[in-house]
């Protein structure tokens, strides 16, 4: 203050705490502490739910289709896809401009008695650093077969993946227990 002069020998007063200076404290100190549980939070639900990592990379190899037996036209297509990347993926939908009708995925089980059900599946997952291996004990693609495919016809397939988006492959008709 002008006209006032500091005393050199006078003592410092001491710093005390008043309950607002704590409460200012504790209110600054929670701000950056909230912000990194929500964060923290946000990264464990990313990668609970497998975005975390790599981007997914699709491979779809060994594709066949069943040629049908008798005068039944309904049949079954197989491939085997791999995931080399470190996210998950979901093959959503496989199509085909050779194919009349629909198709769609689905899975097979066996029942007691050796019978067998299936039942659509709208996706299937296709985990980070492993793959799938579609079978006629599980994950087919069902189809209407055209009556003109013989043994060794090769048949384009586009198979649509909700990270790696379309791939498009070919699949060799085999007698049913054959390979590709």
Known sequence: MP???????ARPRAWRPTRRRITEALL???????????????????VGSGSAGSPARIAVTDGRVFLPYGDVRDSAAFFRITNT??????????????????MSLSRH????????SARTVGSARIPAGGGLA????????????????????YVPF?????????IEVQAVV???????
């Not at 089980?109 to 067998?116: D, F, I, K, V």
């Not at 006629?136 to 016809?153: E, I, K, N």
């Not at 085999?174 to 590709?180: H, K």
């Open 3 to 9: 006209g006032r002069t500091a005393d050199p020998t």
């Open 28 to 46: 600054a100190a929670l701000a950056p502490i909230a912000a990194c549980g929500v964060a923290l939070g946000g990264l464990t639900t990313w």
């Open 85 to 102: 990347g470190g996210a998950d993926d979901r093959l959503l939908e496989v199509t085909s401009s050779a194919v009349g009708g629909g």
């Open 109 to 116: 089980r066996m029942t007691s008695g050796n019978a067998a």
């Open 134 to 153: 579609m079978s006629p004990f599980g994950l087919d693609v069902t189809l209407r077969a055209d009556p003109d495919w013989q043994t060794g016809t």
């Open 158 to 166: 586009t198979l649509h993946f909700e990270r790696g988006g379309r």
């Open 174 to 180: 085999v007698r049913p227990g054959e390979g590709p």
